[in-house]
């Protein structure tokens, strides 16, 4: 019988434009089913505890959007301060005027004409 591990919910905003991504791993529980008799996993939504975020903001004044992946902390119940930062603009739609990654207290930063790679922005998860 195939178990779900994680459940991944997107948000978007009123345009459609990516905002959250959040990952949650499911904590193994099962009920009797008493029609069955058989024991079923369950899956309410306590039995899934969050793993990590991650929020895309977009600053529309400047172009500039800015993406943190948050984790999980399971003592605190809550997300920690951000892992992983990102800040980029994309001056068209195949090269980025300006691009910054941090994590923790050390920081990247790279200007002007930048060749856009999507695979560029899925290295944040990384």
């Known amino acids: 019988m195939f178990e779900p591990k994680y459940e991944v919910k997107y948000a978007y905003d009123a345009n459609g434009d990516f905002t959250k991504k959040e ?3 499911w904590n ?3 009920v009797l089913n008493d029609k069955t008799g058989r024991w079923d996993p369950d899956y309410s939504e306590s039995n899934w505890t969050p ?3 991650i929020v895309q ?3 529309l004044v ?3 959007v800015y993406a943190e992946l ?3 902390n399971k003592k605190e119940n809550s997300y920690d301060a951000p892992a992983k930062s990102m800040v980029f603009q994309l001056n068209d739609a195949n090269h980025f005027n300006y691009l910054a990654f ?3 207290d050390k920081y990247d930063e790279v200007v002007n004409n930048i ?3 999507r695979g560029l922005l899925a290295g944040l998860v990384k």
């Open 57 to 59: 903001k977009k600053d």
């Open 28 to 30: 193994p529980k099962y």
């Open 102 to 104: 941090q994590k923790g």
């Open 51 to 53: 793993e990590y975020c």
């Open 70 to 72: 948050l984790r999980w």
């Open 115 to 117: 060749n856009y790679d």
């Open 23 to 25: 990952v949650c791993a």
């Open 62 to 64: 400047n172009n500039f």
